[in-house]
């Protein structure tokens, strides 16, 4: 049996066509909402999944603000990033984060389930990450589809 690798114009018109989904993040654990997301971005649940194509669909994360951590990740986890310069590393809890700007916290463990590669600035950009449901208005016109943890 021979698996069969869309070329040219037909992988062109497999990556056409992208659905809105819906993901309710509140009470949910973190990883196991940003891994779901992550598999939507990719594209990984359609028939006509292509590793090369940016075939995955679009994605509102709502009630980010509401997210849940497992374990001892609330004191211990720490998001970190350097401006390049000397003394330029920066260091912010996550419970620091998680009142100030809940939708990074989200944004960071999806974006982190990408796969490294020329799709992940695309995929990235097809993520949207709200704190609260009152923004699910703002996308009517896409008619989302509601995702099942």
């Not at 997210?67 to 990740?73: F, I, Q, Y």
């Not at 463990?109 to 490294?116: H, R, S």
């Not at 709200?130 to 009517?140: D, N, P, V």
Request: overall charge positive; charged content about 30%; glycine content about 8%.
């Amino acid at each position: 049996m021979r698996t069969h690798i869309p070329k040219g114009r037909e992988a062109e018109d497999l990556s056409v066509g992208k659905n809105w989904f819906v993901v309710d993040a509140g009470n949910q654990v973190l990883g196991r909402v940003a891994t779901r997301v992550a598999r939507i971005l990719i594209g990984k649940d359609k028939p006509n999944f292509t590793p090369y194509l940016d075939c995955g669909d679009h994605v509102i994360v709502i009630n980010a603000d509401r997210v849940r951590l497992t374990g001892n990740k609330l004191d211990q986890k720490v998001y970190r990033r350097h401006s390049g310069y000397p003394g330029g590393l920066k260091e912010i809890p996550v419970r620091t984060l998680l009142q100030r700007r809940p939708e990074e916290v989200v944004r960071e463990a999806v974006v982190g389930m990408l796969p490294k590669n020329k799709l992940r600035a695309r995929r990235a950009k097809k993520l949207r990450v709200y704190a609260g449901s009152e923004a699910l208005a703002r996308h009517a016109g896409q008619k989302p589809q509601p995702v099942a943890l």
